[in-house]
């Protein structure tokens, strides 16, 4: 080997592109859904190249715990962990290319890794892993409360929104004659409320002095928008998904309640009609 060729294949070497017995790592891909809904079956895709090397085996992990093998030269080939929270592998749907998590829970979100590992004598090894989220959309719209009685223009006004259980915690948003609330001196936040299998249900009151700009050819409409986002996971987890960016930003749900106010929009001691309070049907988008 001459002086050229043994700087270019300590190089190699060193940049971690060559074994130190010559032969190029294998590499590994994974493709795992970013998002599930709850009860929906997941596959768990694993690409890998091993060059000219033979399969020693594949194994997958939730959270650093192994639940699923595969070994070529074992009998039976493919080997399922039980116990593992939140993970029930169809094996008949399983092999080498991919595992099948059959209805997931939110308790299946987590970092899925893929690992794998070359036949003798070197045994070369590899992982890619990726983050899954499972959501809950809610199943009802958001609902609005406060007192109903008569208002006139100059009268507080306090209402609550409330949206339905969801995972993770859905986003509220108010308007205002479709003009978003943004002040956060009219925004009333409130603890999210866990209820049972990891899931929540947000609240935001909207505190306000009714004016007469409020109203738009004698109405003022109100309405609450309950979002569950794709946002809401944004991280430094590399997510491989060939249908959408990584970091594309997606509505899951979007759902609304809207709230009338109905009068003239007079000054409060002024002979105006009264303000009528009305609960609108709830609409979803």
Not at 189 to 214: D, S
């Amino acid at each position: 080997m001459s002086e050229e060729h043994l700087y270019l294949y300590v190089h190699l070497l060193l940049a971690g592109v060559l074994s130190p017995h010559g032969v190029f790592p294998l590499s590994v891909r994974v493709k795992v859904p970013p998002f599930r809904q709850r009860g929906e079956d997941a596959t768990l895709q694993c690409h890998f190249d091993l060059d000219a090397g033979e399969l020693y085996s594949v194994q997958w992990y939730k959270d650093n715990e192994e639940f699923f093998r595969y070994k070529p030269r074992s009998e039976p080939q493919k080997h399922p962990y039980k116990d593992i929270v939140g993970v029930k592998v169809d094996n008949p749907r399983s092999n080498s290319r991919q595992v099948t998590l059959k209805q997931v829970s939110i308790r299946s979100s987590g970092v899925y890794r893929c690992e794998v590992s070359g036949e003798a004598p070197y045994f070369h090894s590899a992982h890619s892993e990726a983050r899954m989220e499972v959501v809950y959309i809610p199943k009802d719209n958001p609902t609005i409360s406060g007192p109903e009685r008569q208002h006139q223009v100059g009268d507080n006004i306090a209402l609550n929104c409330t949206s339905g259980k969801s995972h993770p915690a859905s986003k509220l948003q108010w308007f205002i004659n479709d003009q978003l609330v943004s002040d956060p001196a009219f925004l009333v936040e409130h603890p999210h409320q866990k209820h049972a299998h990891g899931l929540y249900t947000t609240v935001l009151g909207l505190r306000l002095v009714i004016r007469p700009q409020h109203f738009r050819e004698g109405s003022m409409v109100l309405r609450c928008v309950a979002t569950v986002s794709t946002e809401l996971w944004r991280s430094h987890t590399e997510v491989v998904h060939d249908d959408e960016p990584p970091h594309n930003v997606r509505m899951l749900e979007n759902r609304e309640a809207f709230f009338e106010l109905k009068g003239g929009g007079g000054p409060r001691l002024a002979p105006a009609l009264p303000l009528l309070v009305l609960l609108a049907l709830l609409l979803a988008t």
